[in-house]
């Protein structure tokens, strides 16, 4: 398509736009009376309008039921996950029982980890990303740490060539094969959350299998932005949270993902917990854990029923909304994003790949001598994107809720700057 760069051309995408009305489905911000044009999505989603009903039932609920809300509540709090894993499914390219809700991200990082991380002297080696999310490096450091192993040994660091800000496929598959024989598990961020790279998540996991290693991702970035195919990519494991994309709340309930293969199997080591046990003998409080059939077995305590609601509710938007739809109108907004942005590239410079396809809704700029200056000026202009150090400003463009007129308006903020 051909960009034009005018509030008439913003106006018109908008128009077309088969998306346009969900952004009424969301609490939009505001500053003085005046709208703020909001991309901080990466990081913490708007709260979706349908929440308040969906926390009000279980209140309800909890008021007038009490403990028999576990089985006589609208939505029984015993069988609560059930009710988000098709959905959840759907967001990450898996069957129904590959996924299930619970916890938090690095908590379930760590509990798949557990399972999947399985070193030996010989082979010990753990590759990701080195400009990792600190969560994923704190978590894969003290994991070499907990077998006994020195992180600067077994951790291996993949980084761009000189020169550039992204990690090259075919580096990654080197780097692989270059550890064919030590190499453990690979474990990477799907999206980086500093560059907005989508990483190939299929050629990885080819890469890695083939010579024996488990594949595992935090797609934190990706799920909800990204049209994931983790069953088909034959990935062994992802863990996500739900409060970025999703828009399920801060410190909102995480996903995981664990291949059939691996859910149907009992015999995997776990960390156990009575709520991963066989559902139908849970509460016959008997020794012998029994896990339930797929990702559901790798559960601990009692489901966090508000969290949940709060995921529910937002899923619920992302069925009606399709995630291929999403992904399609995410590829238009942000090449429009960058088309803007194209006009200002005497001061600063994209590092997200510029192929759509290596790309979520993100775009992460430097710009020469004073990002941060522009960073305070966008947000005293009711522009709110998200500084990350040490000097890059990232811009979501999020389909749920952003328009092809924010994107035409911040392009006008950044004039506005440079030509002060």
């Known amino acids: 398509m051909q960009f034009h760069n005018t509030l008439d051309f913003a106006k018109?995408?908008?128009?077309?736009?088969?998306?346009?009305?969900?952004?009424?489905?969301?609490?939009?911000?505001?500053?003085?009376?005046?709208?703020?044009?909001?991309?901080?999505?990466?990081?913490?989603?708007?709260?979706?309008?349908?929440?308040?009903?969906?926390?009000?039932?279980?209140?309800?609920?909890?008021?007038?039921?009490?403990?028999?809300?576990?089985?006589?509540?609208?939505?029984?709090?015993?069988?609560y996950h059930h009710f988000l894993k098709e959905k959840a499914a759907r967001i990450v390219g898996a069957k129904t029982d590959e996924v299930v809700i619970m916890?938090?991200?690095?908590?379930?990082?760590?509990?798949?980890?557990?399972?999947?991380?399985?070193?030996?002297?010989k082979r010990y080696?753990?590759?990701?990303?080195?400009?990792?999310?600190?969560?994923?490096?704190?978590?894969?450091?003290?994991?070499?740490?907990?077998?006994?192993?020195?992180p600067d040994d077994a951790i291996i660091e993949l980084v761009p060539r000189n020169g550039e800000y992204t990690i090259r496929t075919e580096d990654i598959v080197v780097k692989i094969n270059e550890h064919k024989d030590d190499l453990a598990i690979v474990m990477m961020g799907g999206v980086n959350y500093y560059t907005g790279q989508f990483f190939d998540l299929k050629a990885i996991t080819d890469a890695a299998h083939a010579?024996?290693?488990?594949?595992?991702?935090?797609?934190?970035?990706?799920?909800?932005?990204?049209?994931?195919?983790?069953?088909?990519?034959?990935?062994?494991?992802?863990?996500?949270?739900?409060?970025?994309?999703?828009?399920?709340?801060?410190?909102?309930?995480?996903?995981?993902?664990?291949?059939?293969?691996?859910?149907?199997?009992?015999?995997?080591?776990?960390?156990?917990?009575?709520?991963?046990?066989?559902?139908?003998?849970?509460?016959?409080?008997?020794?012998?854990?029994?896990?339930?059939?797929?990702?559901?077995?790798?559960?601990?305590?009692?489901?966090?029923?508000?969290?949940?609601?709060?995921?529910n509710a937002s899923l619920e938007l992302f069925d009606k909304a399709g995630i291929e739809n999403l992904r399609a109108k995410s590829k238009k907004l942000t090449a429009f994003l960058e088309f803007v942005l194209s006009d200002f590239k005497d001061y600063l410079t994209i590092i997200t790949p510029t192929n759509p396809d290596e790309r979520g809704c993100q775009l992460s700029i430097i710009v020469k001598n004073e990002g941060k200056k522009l960073f305070d000026y966008l947000t005293q202009n009711n522009v709110l994107p998200d500084w990350r150090e040490p000097d890059v400003i990232r811009m979501s463009p999020v389909p749920m809720y952003n328009s092809f007129e924010d994107v035409f308006q911040i392009g006008q903020v950044i004039k506005s700057y440079f030509n002060k």
């Open 12 to 79: 018109q995408l908008d128009k077309e736009d088969i998306l346009a009305n969900f952004r009424n489905e969301f609490h939009l911000l505001y500053k003085n009376g005046k709208p703020i044009i909001y991309l901080c999505g990466n990081s913490l989603g708007l709260q979706p309008k349908n929440v308040k009903a969906a926390i009000d039932q279980e209140l309800k609920d909890w008021a007038e039921l009490g403990v028999e809300g576990h089985f006589e509540g609208k939505n029984p709090w015993m069988y």
């Open 103 to 121: 916890n938090n991200l690095t908590a379930n990082l760590h509990l798949m980890m557990v399972s999947f991380y399985r070193p030996t002297k």
């Open 125 to 150: 080696k753990i590759l990701m990303e080195g400009s990792a999310f600190p969560s994923d490096q704190y978590a894969m450091e003290t994991q070499a740490r907990f077998h006994g192993f020195n």
């Open 211 to 311: 010579v024996g290693a488990t594949v595992g991702f935090d797609c934190a970035h990706a799920a909800g932005n990204i049209d994931l195919k983790l069953h088909d990519w034959n990935v062994d494991f992802a863990v996500w949270c739900t409060y970025k994309y999703l828009n399920s709340g801060p410190g909102g309930t995480s996903g995981v993902f664990v291949h059939e293969r691996h859910g149907n199997n009992p015999d995997l080591i776990r960390f156990a917990g009575w709520w991963g046990h066989d559902e139908s003998k849970r509460f016959l409080m008997e020794k012998g854990f029994k896990p339930m059939q797929g990702a559901a077995g790798w559960q601990l305590s009692n489901a966090q029923i508000f969290p949940l609601a709060i995921h």
